[in-house]
């Protein structure tokens, strides 16, 4: 539980640190965080429901990329800025460095796992903002007729 | 009577920087098209992969007109200008301005830099709160910032002289792997491993790699290849320069 809230607060800084990285506008660094609190909880929740890596990732990407629609209208920004930032703490960083370890170690197996789940969670990420991504394009032709 | 010779070149400035800025190849097309026919061109076809811009612009009497740029940088992230040149565009397509007005208020934009503080006040951040984030302690956290601001140091004072971006990545990640390894050899408490994931967040091509996966989902497949490729590389180089690291301090005897 407590890693849980560790990794909720510290993957919200991660975000930010990231918006400041990019030269995000000082105002969104709020939403920023909310955006990388938020992915990672959908994340959780995902993993808790389903237990593998791609599609709790896929619906992680999916919700972040609405959200970051939705803000971009609110805020009449672009809904990369958004989703960009909040998507830092899906980034699969420990994954990739396992993969190396156990190459080091001579673990082939292990490291073709790992190896693999990296490529699950850029996937799934891709996947799942694409989804959203086309689902608003679809809306907006919709609308605009 | 403007024409295609006057708008050609601040539009391919303006793609460039957009690129630059980490906007999605269609955002580019899009904007790029709309700006076109903004200012009375009849037909416009404009051609963006991650390394080139092509544009054609048709005007009536005029005849069809191209120019093509290659686009060299590799594409960093700045929201701020992407938002401005964003905004640039929007009042352009309303309100249709000169070319030579256009470059004025492109200049102003593009003359605008971050300030390198809050650069490396983002690297500290992230790298700490990362090893943090995947199970370090506090001085895990600590170690994992200062090696942030080596990266910081090395992304502003050595990127510029090295050969690609694959050579830099190596370099940094072999360094970083070191210092951290060196951390680690005079600290035992220290964690290397959580210290390491912490700052191979600020490295890893993984937005580059999302990107390309998105790029070929939507269409746009040549860029969405030129990039997962490029992703493919910088991850390889990093992981081999944080291995060399760890092997060469395995045979010291760590």
Sequence with gaps: ?145 | MQTAKDYLHIFLDMGDALLNSGAEIFRVEDTLNRMGYACGATHMNVFVITSSIVITMEFPGDGARTQTRRIHEGGGNDFTKLEQLNDLSRRFCSHPVSAGELRKEFERINAEKPKPFWKLLGSVLAASSFALFYGGTIPDAIAAGIAGILIWGLQKYLRPVCMNEVTFQFVASFLTGCAICGFALLCPFLHMDKIMIGDIMLLIPGLMSTNAIRDVLIGDTLSGIIRLIAALLLAAALALGFMGAIILFGRLGL
Excluded at chain 1, 9 to 25: N, P
Aim: net charge positive; glycine share 10%; hydrophobic share 50%.
């Design chain 1, 1 to 145: 539980m407590t890693t849980t809230v560790i990794q909720l607060i510290t993957g919200a800084i991660g975000s930010v640190a990231f918006g400041l990285l990019f030269h995000m506008k000082t105002k969104y660094l709020s939403l920023a965080a909310a955006g990388g609190f938020f992915s990672w909880l959908v994340f959780l929740f995902g993993k808790g429901l389903w237990g593998n890596v791609f599609l709790p990732a896929l619906l992680a990407g999916f919700i972040v990329d609405v959200y970051a629609e939705i803000l971009a209208r609110v805020c009449k920004e672009t809904s990369t800025s958004f989703f960009v930032t909040s998507v830092i703490p899906l980034i699969p960083g420990s994954t990739l460095y396992y993969c190396m370890s156990s190459i080091v170690e001579g673990n082939t197996i292990q490291a073709l796992e790992y190896g693999r789940d990296t490529f699950l969670f850029a996937f799934g990420i891709a996947a799942g903002m694409s989804i959203a991504w086309a689902i608003c394009y679809f809306l907006r032709s919709v609308k605009g007729r």
